[in-house]
């Protein structure tokens, strides 16, 4: 039997009131997420190809919005695909 691919879910993302595990890139929600420990950010970005991902990290280029989770990552280079 094959392993479950991991997904952002395994690091339990906090979610916002509005339901939702975004954080904007600006203001408030900017220097929340700055606030944060960062082996606990994420970065939802377009990748090279314009395809949404998430990975480990505080990244400026492409972002979308930043996710906050409960459990550290522990390697940089993890990724996911977006799934809406």
Do not use: C
Not at 6 to 26: A, C, K, L, Q, V
């Amino acid at each position: 039997m094959r392993k479950p691919k991991p997904s952002i879910d395994d690091y339990i993302p906090i979610y916002r009131e509005e339901g939702n595990m975004g954080f904007e890139t600006y203001d408030e929600d900017l220097d929340f997420v700055r606030s944060q420990n960062p082996n606990h950010i994420w970065t939802l970005l377009d990748d090279d190809n314009g395809v949404p991902t998430i990975v480990a990290g505080f990244h400026f280029v492409n972002r979308i919005h930043y996710i906050i989770t409960i459990k550290p990552w522990d390697d940089a280079n993890l990724s996911f695909p977006y799934v809406d």
